[in-house]
C-alpha cells in the first residue's frame, strides 16, 4: 500500500544551502533501495518534506528523521494511502526556498516567509504542487524516472 507523508521540522542549527544538497544526495543514493520517493524544503530555518512509497518504509525513514540530531520540533503535517505518487520523478527532489519567488510564498503564508508550521497539510502539498509546476524543485537527473 503507497502512502505520502509530510511533515515540518526546525533546523537545530544555522543550515546552509550545500548542507541540503547533500543530504538530497545521500537521499538519492538510498530511497530507491526502498521504494521512496520525496520532495524536501528547506528555508528560514524550516524544512517541509514530503515522503512517499510504502507504509513500512516510510514509517521507518519518519522515525530515523525524528531522532535525527539536526532536526526539532517535527510536526506531522498530511498523512494518507495514495493511489499514485505526486513525486514519482524525484528519489529525493529539493527546493531552497530562498529562490522561490516571494508572491509564491505570499499565497500560502501571511508573510513571504517558509513557515511550514503556518499552513495545513492540504496547503502544504498545494505549495509543492505548485513548485512541481514552476520547475523550482531540482533533481539530479540520473534519479528521474527511477519510479
Request: net charge neutral; hydrophobic share 45%; with cysteine.
Amino acid at each position: 500500500m503507497l502512502v505520502r507523508l509530510l511533515y515540518a521540522s526546525r533546523a537545530r542549527e544555522p543550515f546552509e544551502a550545500d548542507m541540503l544538497d547533500t543530504i538530497a544526495a545521500v537521499s538519492v543514493e538510498r530511497n530507491p533501495r526502498h521504494g521512496i520517493t520525496g520532495v524536501l524544503c528547506f528555508g528560514d530555518g524550516c524544512f517541509l518534506q514530503a515522503l512517499e512509497g510504502d507504509r513500512e518504509a516510510v514509517s521507518r525513514l519518519y522515525h530515523r528523521i525524528a531522532v535525527d540530531p539536526r532536526h526539532r520540533d517535527l510536526l506531522l503535517l498530511h498523512y494518507q494511502e495514495i493511489v499514485a505518487r505526486e513525486f514519482a520523478g524525484w528519489a529525493m527532489g529539493h527546493v531552497n526556498t530562498g529562490r522561490v519567488n516571494a508572491a509564491t510564498l505570499l499565497k500560502y503564508f501571511p508573510e513571504a516567509c517558509f513557515d511550514p508550521y503556518r499552513i495545513s497539510g492540504d496547503a502544504a502539498l498545494a505549495l509543492l504542487g505548485e513548485l512541481i509546476a514552476g520547475a523550482a524543485i531540482v533533481a539530479r537527473t540520473s534519479e528521474r524516472g527511477r519510479f
